[in-house]
């Protein structure tokens, strides 16, 4: 039985692609967009595809930017010396968020995951490697999911990073085992990272 257009239909399997959001959840997102305006929706439109045009990975730590640099690298009031390694851009703005972090940041792009065929050379390990030996790095966070490929990720970090004789912690307490970073409140990340441990 068809209840819908076909190109509502269309635009709900377009929409139920996007994370988080399901069928019931793109029928009213259509609703809305059907009870805006056309400028509402052109705007929306249009913001869109900047978006998709304007945003690229910062040259040095692979967050998102509209400049060849983002604007945490460009910031000469972050500790340079204290890094932290994230999987994703979502995860920078979480622990932004916290206000409890002034150091800089390394955007892997992901995590080491075997079964989807993702391994060290698909993410950022070697421009990590190269800023902490180029850069006077002094410690170094790692801030990965504590899931099985965030803890993958970070044990195969520390045996990249412990030789090179920086500081080397672990976000520790506060996040559950199993969560992601950017579904965590900032009173947890906070929290996580004042006790983050050596690996």
Do not use: W
């Not at 805006?36 to 929706?41: A, G, K, L, M, V």
């Not at 412990?162 to 970073?181: A, D, E, Q, T």
């Amino acid at each position: 039985m068809v209840t819908y257009t076909g190109s509502i239909e269309k635009l709900i399997n377009l929409l139920i692609k996007l994370p988080g959001i399901g069928r019931r959840s793109a029928e009213r997102i259509i609703g809305y967009i059907l009870d805006s305006s056309d400028d509402e929706i052109k705007n929306l439109a249009e913001a869109v595809v900047k978006v998709k045009e304007n945003v690229h990975f910062c040259r040095i730590c692979h967050n998102l930017s509209e400049e060849e640099t983002c604007a945490i690298c460009r910031d000469l009031r972050r500790n340079k010396s204290l890094l932290c390694v994230v999987e994703k851009p979502s995860d920078v703005s979480s622990i932004e968020k916290t206000e409890a972090f002034r150091g800089v940041y390394h955007v892997l792009l992901g995590a080491i995951a075997p079964l989807e065929g993702k391994g060290p050379s698909d993410l950022k390990i070697d421009s990590l490697i190269k800023r902490i030996k180029e850069e006077n790095i002094q410690e170094v966070i790692i801030a990965t999911d504590s899931d099985t490929e965030g803890e993958t990720t970070a044990l195969y970090l520390a045996k990249l990073i412990k030789p090179l004789g920086v500081s080397l912690s672990r976000i520790g307490l506060g996040l559950p085992v199993g969560s992601n970073l950017e579904y965590a409140d900032s009173a947890t990340l906070s929290k996580a990272l004042e006790s983050r441990r050596p690996v």
